[in-house]
């Protein structure tokens, strides 16, 4: 599924079954955090950083 963002403080929502963003358990500062994110067609998943003020989807992953 992917989900796209949405920023809360900017009202704005985008890339719906496009792009999917997915946080990571890292923040990188106060501010930000590692996401991981993956588009429709793409071969890669990258990692990069955002401002937490974005709503993304959340991964979970039981270790056992």
């Known amino acids: 599924l992917l989900g ?11 890339y719906k079954n496009i792009k999917g963003y997915y946080w990571t358990a890292s923040s990188f500062s106060y501010y930000t955090a590692w996401i991981r994110s993956f588009g429709a067609g ?3 998943i990258n990692r990069t950083t955002i401002g937490k003020g974005f ?6 992953i039981k270790i056992e």
């Open 42 to 44: 793409q071969r890669n």
């Open 55 to 60: 709503y993304f989807s959340v991964r979970c």
């Open 4 to 14: 796209g963002n949405y920023h809360a403080d900017l009202d704005i929502s985008s």
